[in-house]
């Protein structure tokens, strides 16, 4: 079994920050990659960040220039640093580990709101 702890989330005005941070454990032999994706009312959960164990990382276009992934591997633990958050990023972020290409485990998920 592997467990995700999601943590960060919670209410910021627009053009504010929030970091949000997932570690993993349990039974973990190797991780192709982690990430984060979100899900907004009423729409399909959409990738927003993914990084892999090599450090190769992708982003949606929407959060280019406004949000960094990292990760810590002796951790197992990814981090999602949001910037300049816009009403559109809110969203339940969820936290994504791959073991391999093909698997994959997800958090329960953090509510990300940002409004004024």
């Known amino acids: 079994q592997v467990q995700l702890v999601e943590s960060g989330g919670g209410l910021v005005q627009p053009g504010g920050s929030l970091r949000l941070s997932c570690a993993a454990s349990?039974?973990?032999?190797?991780?192709?990659?982690m990430g984060w994706y979100r899900q907004a009312p009423g729409k399909q959960r959409e990738l927003v960040a993914q990084?892999?164990?090599?450090?190769?990382?992708n982003y949606a276009d929407s959060v280019k220039g406004r949000f960094a992934i990292s990760r810590d591997n002796a951790k197992n633990t990814v981090y999602l640093q949001m910037n300049i958050l816009k009403p559109e990023d809110t969203a339940v972020y969820y936290c994504?580990?791959?073991?391999?290409?093909?698997?994959?485990?997800w958090g329960e998920g953090t509510l990300v709101t940002v409004s004024s």
């Open positions: 990084i892999t164990r090599g450090g190769s990382t």
């Open positions: 349990g039974s973990i032999a190797s991780i192709f990659a």
């Open positions: 994504n580990l791959r073991p391999t290409y093909s698997v994959n485990y």
